[in-house]
Structures are given as structure tokens and as C-alpha cells.
């Protein structure tokens, strides 16, 4: 490492530094909300007579694999391959434990709530994901929040179901019957099943962050730590409820490897956010992305937009300033 001594204040170094971070973060959040909002809509491309061709449990296994590959990768090219030479210390391992069983929960339960709901429904109910982890950001983490952050959150709140009411507009009722499966539908198991993730997605997410910000390791290795769990829990899982005679791949198509990658690219993205940001950040992501599924349902399945959907893009922009001014 190069390292300049006697720098001033005024150096365009340090004038550009933090610039350059500003733009390094702008692009991973821009991504992610990407990648989050067209979770949904690219799932139900995949469907072939309304139901999904491939293993949900095959696909999380997958994405696992690869989040390991890259996270093992990214440890060799660091030279930190030294961590993994001798017996790692149980204490230290262990905490990964916990974080991998709880994604391994969700992801299932993101493939499995397509059967119960559709796209837009999904994205726009998850978002009580923003409440559950604000709470157990504050209790578990201890993180005191100013009214106006709390303020800042409520309009997140506001924000989905905003777009919620709207999207009762999104169908076109000539057109109901014909495009069925475009149509905004709900179940009460459904409901169920949202409640669920939503807790266990904060809990899993105010959890990892934990663990990530109290051991000082280098973030490759604490992603390969989360990600070795992650295949083992996931591989137990997909193997032993396979009851089927389809083989571990059948039905992955080019759109399920999109999938896949895209997902796998969040992950580790994620990490980032938690390590060097916060849980919050990742709730204005999530609520971003909210709106990243709509216009991709629109452009794709061929959902209708009203005049009212800029309320909630209006409600997270205002949530963002007063929650970071």
C-alpha cells in the first residue's frame, strides 16, 4: 500500500475521495434495487402453464453455490487463504450458523409465495419487511433513531400501501379474463406466508449485520464462513425433499440462470451494505425496488400504470431526505 504523507486538507485527494465513494455506492444501490424489483416479474416469466418448471429448493441451493464460488474466489485474490490453512476456531464460525438457516427460510419462501399471489402483491406486501426490521434494528441493535428518521420510515410505511390501494387500478377489466394471470390476487395463506418472511427477514438481516460489524475479518471471509452454511443447509434441504424424479437442474431455462446470478449478486452486495452501512439503508432499498417491479410489470406482463403511482415515488424520496438530511 502507497501511502502520501503530509496531505492537505484541500488535497483534491481527499476532495475526490469521498465524491468517489458517494458514486461507488450510488451504483451498488442502484443495482440492487434493480436486481430486488425484478425478482418477482422475472419468476413469473418463467412459469410454463401457470406453474413454476423448475426446484425452488434446486434454485436456492444454486444460488448458494455460486455466492461461495465468488466469495472463496474473492478471498484467493485477496491472499487471505491463510484463514482457511489450519482448523477454523468454533466460536468464531458458529455465528454464520444462524443467518444461513434464516435465508435459507426466506429464499424458499420467495418462490413459494408466488404460488399464493401475484408479482406485484408479493413486492408490494413484503414491503412490511420495512417495519419488522426497523424494530428489531432499534431493539436488538440498540440504534436510537430521531423522530424525524422514525418519521422518515412511517413514510416508507406509507410509501407500499400507497401502492397498494393504486395497484387495484393496474388491470384493465375487459381485458380481466383474457389475462388472467395478470391479474392482482391474494390468498389468506398467502398473508401468512408474508407475515412470516417479513419477520424472519429482519431478524435474519439485523442478525447478520451484527455479526458482520462485531468480528474484525475481512468481508470475503465472513461471506465464505455465511456461505458455507448457507450450501450446507440448503443442500439438506434440497435433497431431502426431493420426491420427484426431475434431476437437479430440470427446468432451469436462460431466464432462471438470470435469476440466479442476479440473486447471487445481491447477496454479496448485501453483505457490503452491512458491513460498511446498515439495515436501514437496505429497507430504502427494498422500498425502492417497489417501484422497480411495477414499471417492469408494466413493460413486461403488461400491467396497466395510473397518475397516482408518483405518490409513492413521491413518499420515498421524502423518506430518504429526512431520514439521511
Known amino acids: 500500500m502507497i501511502v502520501i504523507q503530509n496531505v492537505g486538507v484541500s488535497s483534491p485527494a481527499r476532495i475526490k475521495a469521498p465524491r468517489l465513494n458517494r458514486i461507488k455506492w450510488g451504483v451498488l444501490l442502484g443495482l440492487m434495487v434493480l436486481i430486488y424489483g425484478s425478482h418477482a416479474p422475472l419468476i413469473t416469466l418463467t412459469k410454463v402453464d401457470g406453474r413454476v418448471p423448475f426446484s425452488a429448493s434446486s434454485c436456492v441451493l444454486m444460488i448458494e453455490l455460486v455466492k461461495l464460488f465468488i466469495s472463496l474466489l474473492s478471498l484467493l485474490l485477496a491472499g487471505g487463504t491463510s484463514a482457511l490453512l489450519g482448523p477454523p476456531d468454533l466460536l ?18 420467495v418462490v413459494l409465495m408466488q404460488a399464493y399471489m401475484d408479482p406485484s402483491s408479493f413486492q408490494i406486501l413484503s414491503n412490511l419487511k420495512i417495519a419488522s426490521t426497523a424494530l428489531l434494528y432499534s431493539l436488538c441493535l440498540r440504534k436510537r433513531l430521531r423522530p424525524v428518521q422514525w418519521l422518515g420510515l412511517g413514510l416508507l410505511v406509507a410509501a407500499g400501501v400507497s401502492h397498494s390501494y393504486n395497484t387495484l387500478d393496474l388491470v384493465d377489466p375487459e381485458g380481466a379474463e383474457a389475462e388472467e394471470s395478470s391479474r392482482l390476487h391474494i390468498t389468506a395463506w398467502g398473508l401468512f406466508l408474508v407475515f412470516v418472511y417479513c419477520c424472519v427477514s429482519g431478524l ?31 443442500g439438506l434441504s434440497s ?18 440462470w438470470v435469476i440466479v446470478a442476479g440473486q447471487a449478486a445481491n447477496g454479496l452486495l448485501m453483505s457490503v451494505v452491512l458491513k460498511h452501512g446498515s439495515g436501514i439503508t437496505r429497507l430504502f432499498v427494498i422500498a425502492s425496488s417497489m417501484l422497480v417491479n411495477a414499471l417492469l410489470s408494466w413493460a ?3 400491467l396497466q400504470l395510473s397518475t397516482s403511482f408518483l405518490l409513492p415515488v413521491s413518499l420515498i424520496g421524502l423518506a430518504a431526505y429526512l431520514y439521511y438530511r
Open 92 to 109: 468464531t464460525v458458529a455465528p454464520y450458523a444462524v443467518p444461513a438457516a434464516l435465508y435459507a427460510l426466506n429464499n424458499n419462501l
Open 204 to 234: 435474519a438481516a439485523v442478525y447478520t449485520e451484527r455479526v458482520l460489524k462485531s468480528q474484525r475479518l475481512p468481508l470475503s471471509l465472513q461471506n465464505f464462513y455465511l456461505y458455507v452454511f448457507g450450501v450446507s443447509i440448503n
Open 239 to 256: 435433497f431431502s425433499s426431493s420426491t420427484s424424479d426431475k434431476s437437479f437442474l430440470e427446468g432451469f431455462s436462460g431466464k432462471v
Open 300 to 302: 413486461v406482463l403488461g
